[in-house]
């Protein structure tokens, strides 16, 4: 059974920071093209961070380049999702996903197969 589990979510002020985890387990985690999307009510389900296999290739969304870091642990199998300078724009549910080693793989929520629960972020203003 492929179980992601997301965590560190919680309620910040603007400019504050938190950094979010995904621990893996049933897949072949090393194997895996892993990535956060975000999701506010009312709106679309977003792509924010991919990280590709090996971890030396990542992809942001516009909207938070310079502020969100995507990184993995493949011995932990968990990926890892750093926010800084947060903005009430931020203010979503959190997903961890995971998809095929796919060198071009988009970062689009229909190219990926595994998802978790969410971790809530709240930033105030």
């Known amino acids: 059974q492929v179980l992601l589990v997301e965590s560190g979510g919680g309620s910040v002020q603007a400019g504050g920071s938190l950094r979010l985890s995904c621990a893996g387990s049933g897949i072949a985690f090393y194997s895996m093209t892993m990535a956060w999307f975000r999701q506010a009510p009312g709106q679309a389900r977003e792509g924010v961070a991919l990280?590709?296999?090996?971890?030396?290739?990542?992809q942001y969304a516009d909207s938070v380049q310079g502020r969100f870091t995507i990184s993995r642990d493949d011995a932990w199998n968990k990926v890892y999702l750093q926010l800084n300078s947060l903005e009430p724009e931020d203010t979503a549910m959190y997903y961890c996903a995971a998809g095929p080693r796919r060198p071009d793989l988009p970062l689009i929520a229909t190219a990926f197969n595994y998802w978790g629960q969410g971790t809530q972020v709240t930033v105030s203003s």
């Open positions: 990280i590709y296999t090996g971890g030396g290739s990542t």
